[in-house]
């Protein structure tokens, strides 16, 4: 079967469940921003040298993609998800982000005033600062719809206010 279906040349696409939605609605926006997040983290993903940043930053896909799951179905079949057990993000990974924030602030990473992404000329480190402007653009969008009467469950908002500082913290780190 090819990828190319010609289904979403008439400006729709398919969520979860069979529903198909508008492209230029806030729960597309909201995905499409998760996954240029995802790709953002790939980038430095992909420059780093350091084997805990690389394993970080899986972690952090994996439950990405997870929540783009989370965001790829309306409400009404919210019950649908959970009883497929499929990936979501939970409390648990609230606690490991700002634990992981938490370990690199300990190396005495404290904000100083505005940084300037990429004058440290790394790679891995200017693609963590595209990851967390990208992030907050994420959770602007999530807050978005959650604000248009779609809910978002609050673990999902809460997780892109988490990610950004984390990902703020490890670009000023230097582990790369």
Do not use: C
Not at 31 to 46: I, S
Not at 160 to 165: A, I, V, Y
């Amino acid at each position: 079967m090819s990828i190319i279906t010609g289904r979403g040349d008439s400006g729709s696409t398919d969520l979860l469940f069979g529903k198909r939605i508008a492209k230029t609605s806030l729960r597309i926006e909201a995905l499409g921003n998760v996954d240029e997040l995802n790709a953002a983290l790939g980038l430095a993903r992909a420059a780093s040298h350091d084997e805990s940043w690389i394993e970080l930053i899986d972690r952090l896909q994996s439950l990405l993609i997870g929540l783009m799951g989370q965001l790829a179905h309306l409400p009404e079949d919210e019950a649908r998800y959970l009883e497929k057990k499929y990936a979501a993000i939970a409390d648990a990974d609230l606690t490991w982000i700002t634990a992981e924030a938490h370990r690199y602030e300990a190396q005495g990473i404290r904000f100083t005033g505005w940084a300037i992404p990429g004058a440290e000329g790394s790679m891995a480190r200017a693609g963590l600062d595209f990851a967390r402007a990208v992030a907050r653009r994420a959770e602007r969008g999530v807050l978005a719809l959650h604000e248009s009467g779609e809910p978002v469950p609050e673990v999902v908002r809460l997780f892109f206010n988490r990610l950004s500082d984390l990902l703020w913290i490890l670009a000023r780190a230097g582990n790369d």
